[in-house]
């Protein structure tokens, strides 16, 4: 039997890649899988075909009044989290040197993968403190080490992350919840096609990288860290495809 069998995990972003795939694994490892994302119509067919108990659930992190209530809408049955992935984020825009974007584009990011990631689990934390614990593990990228040029706002939304789960970990160490980050580099999503909100551009992104990892990749990353025993907590992983220097 799956270590984390019975559990129920709230997965934000669960509608396209890495938030797919992770919803897929953790389906297959017999928890239960609230999936989050703002497409509902893309969303809920996907958690249909899982294999376990699933509930879709339509929210944009960046609607703090949505995430607020995020608990309460929740059937009761679903209200106890035991897993939050914080996996939604984006890039619109992002390719491009500063002066280059829309700064309303590069806030809109921040507002997605900073403000998004930290009022969900504003929303959550509290359960899983009142109760059983819990495990938070957030999508943080290599671009939450350094900088990289023309994604300015995505490297800064990215350090965020790197810092708020470092700090997190060491807040909730010992008090029953666990925080880990995973780390990836370049992976074959839908991400880029939405960063250009063109479809054939993001292919021709994708073409031009060379080798890139899949979603499953880091779907395996994050099962990897919930599947610790709780004296031990996975801090960072850090996943690259494996390209020449
Ligand atoms: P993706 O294929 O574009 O999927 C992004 C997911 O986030 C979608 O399900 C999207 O669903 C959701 N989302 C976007 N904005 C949202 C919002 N405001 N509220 C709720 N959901 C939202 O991207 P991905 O590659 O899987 O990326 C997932 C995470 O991994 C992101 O945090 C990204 O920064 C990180 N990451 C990706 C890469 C990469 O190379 N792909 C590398 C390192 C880290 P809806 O559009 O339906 O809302």
Known sequence: MSKLAGKTALVTGASAGIGLATARLLSEADVRVIGCARRL????????????????????????ESVADLMTQLPP???????????????????????????????????INVSGL?????????????????????????????????CAAYVASKHAVHGLSDTLRQEYAGRGIRVSEILPGMVKTEFAKTRFSDADKGDAFYENYGLCLEAEDIARSVLFAL???????????????????
């Open 227 to 245: 599947e610790q025993p709780p004296h031990a907590v996975v801090s960072q992983i850090v996943i690259v495809p494996d390209n020449p220097g």
């Open 41 to 64: 119509d893309v969303l809920r067919p996907q958690m249909d075909e899982l294999p376990g108990p699933t509930l879709s659930v339509q929210l944009d992190v960046a609607d703090a």
């Open 77 to 111: 049955e679903w209200q106890t989290i035991d897993i939050l992935v914080n996996n939604a984020g984006s890039d619109i825009g992002g390719r491009r040197d500063f002066h280059e974007g829309d700064i309303a584009e590069w806030v809109n990011t921040i507002q």
């Open 118 to 150: 930290m009022q969900v689990t504003a929303a959550v934390l509290p359960g899983m403190l009142a109760g059983q614990g819990g495990h938070i593990v957030n999508l943080g990228s290599v671009a939450g080490l350094s900088g990289v040029r023309g």
